[in-house]
């Protein structure tokens, strides 16, 4: 089934730069789709949109449907990694960061318990509920940020550049991550190993336009 469908869409910021120019694009449930290109392609602003978070010229269709407005209770069903994880770290223990998600949806807090383990493990960062979020490197800090999304069990996560700043070894460690995540996503990157590596279909954009779009061998080059 189509998870997203975007038509002829457009967005220019408030100051008249414009992002987005015409972007039609369609994600398939199940799917791992790389949004690559370079600094100002406009990726981060295709998420917002795909998110429901900017309003937008042409269509963004969500499950065949429009996300109405910021109180369209289906936003819940899109996760949203957000490039620096400290905005979305505010608590003072890693459990408490992982909980809040699953506790604003209302469940008991048996379930919670049981998908806050569930999504520390998808990190890998078992053990760590008692730490403080502030005192953990920023791969870890990353990796809490992505288990507070996983924790609300959506149907599509979309991620905004979640190799940037890593080393080299935080790196690796995301991309098993992702390649172990069994889940609809866009990520939008300017890592094309990491394109390359976890994506079933990649995307360019550039300047506001898809220029390209196919298999990873079709689109890169692996040297
Ligand atoms: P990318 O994620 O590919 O680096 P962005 O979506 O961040 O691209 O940016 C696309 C274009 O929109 C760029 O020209 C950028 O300068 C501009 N832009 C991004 N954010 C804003 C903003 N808040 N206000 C005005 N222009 C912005
Ligand atoms: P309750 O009030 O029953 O504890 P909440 O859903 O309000 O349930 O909060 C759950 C947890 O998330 C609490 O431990 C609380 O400390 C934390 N929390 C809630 N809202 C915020 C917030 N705006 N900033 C930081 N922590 C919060």
């Known amino acids: 089934t ?32 790389a949004i690559i290109g370079p600094n100002g392609a406009g990726k981060s602003t295709l998420l917002l949109a795909l998110a429901g978070l900017i309003p937008v010229e042409g269509e963004v269709l969500y499950k065949g449907r429009h996300l109405n407005g910021l109180k369209d ?3 819940l069903e899109i996760g949203i ?10 608590s003072l223990t890693v459990y408490e960061d992982v909980a809040f998600g699953p506790r604003q949806m209302g469940f008991s807090e048996e379930e919670v318990h049981r998908r806050v383990k569930e999504a520390l493990e998808k990190v890998g960062l078992s053990g760590f509920e008692e730490r403080s979020p502030h005192h ?7 990796r809490v940020a992505l288990a507070t999304v996983l924790s609300m069990q959506p ?15 935080a790196r690796k460690q995301f991309l098993e991550l992702m390649k172990g995540l069994r889940l609809t996503r866009i990520v939008a990157t300017h890592d094309l190993e990491l394109a390359y590596e976890t994506a079933d279909r990649v995307v360019v954009l550039y300047q506001g336009k898809v ?8 689109v890169i080059l692996n040297e």
Request: charge should be negative; charged fraction near 30%; proline fraction near 8%.
């Open 73 to 75: 209770p289906r936003r």
């Open 136 to 142: 953990l490197s920023f791969g870890e800090r990353r």
């Open 211 to 218: 220029v390209a779009c196919g298999r990873p061998s079709d």
């Open 155 to 169: 149907d599509v996560l979309l991620l905004d550049e979640p190799t940037s700043n890593l080393d080299p070894r």
């Open 2 to 33: 189509k998870i997203f469908e975007v038509r002829s869409l457009s967005y220019t910021y408030p100051d008249g730069r414009q992002a987005l120019r015409g972007v039609n694009l369609e994600v398939f449930s199940g799917e791992a789709v």
């Open 81 to 90: 990694l957000f490039q620096d994880p400290d905005t979305q770290l505010f």
